[in-house]
């Protein structure tokens, strides 16, 4: 940068001799200094306005009893927290989370790897799939909520396909029973996001050199041998930031829950966020809201840093280049 | 924390085809099961898609009868009610203008701060920057209540851009994240030889830079596109007139207000998916470059 300006200054002192040298020499400074402010501030005023003001007032409003009208007088200092993460429903709510996150590692990841590994294995009309299986992603979730709703209807669609394959008696109310509905939801999430991991994979498998395989090929080594022993491995940095995303991913669901079942029935489908809407806004807890928001970021937070120290730190910069065609 | 920057930072887009080295594989015993696979997939993906369209062109009594199959006969008036309704476009064109605002702010104010954090060295630098990457870590949904107290503060509750400086907001960190490496590798010598020839610093960045940059700048502008235009929390939080509704809330709120009326509702949603798959189409390369830097949810 240092080597950007003497070149401007020599430039000027060879094309223009007559004037001072030394307002020429500030006024680069000077210069220099505005035009980072006037770059600078723009983006992090509305960066500190609407992303860390919001959690700042959280964080104030949380300590207090509030129901968003008049001024904040009833200090409860972490009564909020306290009642929240004793409150059967909200344990219940995290649980849920944290059920769909072991779902997605245990069920959503093998399969994305499985598929992503038959796809690399050169295919026509490969380009079409890619399109056709990455499509669901880029549907908004309400959408699709809407759309699975409709579907999963009793008597709807899905129930009436069951029954013309000889499905029939499998059929169970998909959204009311209580032992099923969160496995509904995984499902809906599943076939919205899978499609996600599948394409990231496939990259990451393109970044592969073909010559590791074929050295290990006439070196005797089996197919299988050949992808666990060597294709795994080096897909690990995208199978970590895959592993995250679907993590950070499953503490967040929403949309989806809130459209088809609204977290109910009876809770059975709640979680972190449907809780924090129902509890905080829908009942104008404003204060306890608050108070919610705050422990889902924290908990989002937590495994975010968590997981980038000791999982993610092992790969190196740029893994995600690599995974991204 | 900087390892948070260290491994998102990397560009999410290389330029150029992906895969055109592909290797030619001789067919083997998988090439079956490969392709029943495939077909599986995408069973399991168009299946759902298509039951949304078709059923769109039924009548109520026919879906209840039978909702597999092709309709017969086919009913037009679901489609051709919408169409001819502002139902459907008024928050089409909502959606459309808070995701233009949105995706504004976001691409203009990040290329700035992109800029300014990539090709100027001063005290503080990597600080700013490192504030902007931790921003990846907070979901919107997360701050939606808060958001919602401050915006009635503010008074920009139930107004278009008490959802899209938010969105914008949010969308900053990932678009100066994708945006500075880019920048940082183009050469100096371009910008030298841009101050012999007598340009400022930002008449580098407008003339120069950004040109140069164009594959980035597609690719995260629609990125904040898409995010914008499936955004559904927030917009719910915010808009209590039904006038400002957006795509996904206008859809979702058909569905609870004529929840007898099915057939509709197919309708409807089934248009409300055009606009993102269309989109989706015409830009796929710059969405699956983008997206993996995103978080979804």
């Not at chain 1, 002192?13 to 220099?32: E, G, K, Q, Y």
């Not at chain 2, 980035?216 to 006038?243: D, E, G, K, R």
Request: hydrophobic letters at 55%; a positive charge; aromatic letters at 10%.
């Amino acid at each position: 940068m240092s080597d950007t300006r003497s070149v401007t200054a020599t430039a000027e002192d060879a094309v223009a001799v007559t004037p001072p040298i030394r307002p020429a020499r500030r006024s680069p400074a000077l210069r220099r200094r505005l035009e980072l402010t006037v770059l600078l501030t723009p983006p992090l005023l509305l960066f500190i306005g609407f992303v860390l003001l919001p959690i700042g007032i959280a964080a104030y409003y949380g300590l207090y009893k509030w129901t968003g009208f008049g001024p904040l007088t009833n200090f409860a200092g972490l009564a909020n927290y306290k009642i929240a993460l004793t409150d059967p429903a909200f344990q219940q709510a995290i649980l849920h989370n944290v059920i769909i996150a072991v779902l997605s590692l245990v069920i959503q990841i093998p399969i994305s790897i499985a598929v992503a590994l038959l796809l690399n294995r050169g295919i026509r009309g490969r380009s079409v799939l890619r399109l056709l299986v990455f499509a669901p992603y880029v549907l908004s979730q309400a959408i699709t909520g809407v759309m699975w709703l409709l579907i999963l209807q009793p008597g709807g669609f899905a129930d009436q396909l069951m029954q013309a394959v000889g499905l029939g008696s499998f059929v169970q109310l998909w959204l009311a029973n209580l032992n099923i509905v969160l496995y509904t939801m995984f499902v809906v999430l599943t076939w919205q996001f899978i499609g996600f991991g599948i394409i990231l994979l496939v990259a990451g498998l393109q970044g592969i050199p073909v010559e590791l395989g074929e050295a290990a090929a006439l070196d005797g080594a089996s197919g299988w041998q050949t992808t666990r022993r060597i294709t795994l491995p080096l897909l690990g940095p995208t199978i970590r930031i895959l592993i995250f995303l679907s993590i950070v991913g499953s503490l967040q669901v929403f949309d989806v829950v809130w459209i088809m079942t609204g977290g109910g029935p009876a809770g059975a489908s709640s979680t972190m966020a449907t809780y924090l809407i129902q509890s905080g806004f829908r009942s104008y807890e404003f204060g306890y809201g608050s108070a919610v928001a705050v422990i889902m970021f924290i908990v989002c937070f937590v495994f975010a840093l968590v997981y980038q120290r000791f999982v993610l730190r092992r790969d190196t910069r740029g893994a995600l280049t690599r995974a991204v065609g | 924390m900087t390892d948070v920057s260290a491994t998102l930072e990397a560009p999410a887009i290389r330029p150029g085809p992906t895969g055109h080295l592909r290797r030619r594989r001789r067919i083997s015993l998988m090439t079956p099961l490969t392709y029943l696979v495939a077909l599986l997939i995408v069973g399991i993906t168009v299946v759902p898609l298509l039951f949304v369209i078709v059923d769109g062109f039924r009548s109520n009594a026919q879906i209840n009868t039978s909702a597999t199959g092709l309709p017969h006969p086919w009913v037009w008036s679901n489609y051709r009610s919408l169409l001819t309704s502002s139902a459907f476009w008024q928050p089409l064109a909502n959606s459309a203008v808070i995701a233009v605002i949105a995706t504004g702010l976001v691409v203009g104010l990040g290329s700035m701060a992109a800029f300014a954090l990539s090709r100027y060295s001063f005290r503080g630098r990597e600080g700013i920057y490192l504030l902007f990457a931790v921003g990846l870590l907070f979901p919107i949904n997360a701050a939606s209540l808060p958001l919602y107290l401050l915006l009635q503060k503010i008074g920009l509750l139930d107004n278009l851009l008490g959802v899209a400086l938010p969105e914008a907001a949010f969308q900053l960190p990932i678009t100066i994240v994708i945006l500075r490496p880019f920048m940082r590798a183009i050469s100096g010598e371009i910008e030298d030889a841009a101050v012999v020839d007598g340009a400022t610093r930002i008449k580098f960045f407008w003339r120069i830079l950004l040109p140069l940059c164009r594959p980035a700048l597609a690719t995260v502008s629609v990125l904040a596109f898409v995010i914008s235009w499936n955004t559904y929390l927030l917009p719910l939080l915010v808009f209590t007139s039904t006038q400002h509704f957006t795509l996904p809330l206008a859809v979702a709120n058909f569905q609870t207000q004529y929840a007898q009326d099915t057939a509709k509702i197919l309708a409807f949603t089934a248009l409300s998916m055009v606009p993102a798959l269309g989109c989706f189409v015409l830009a796929e390369r710059h969405l699956v470059g983008g997206f993996s830097g995103a978080v979804k949810g």
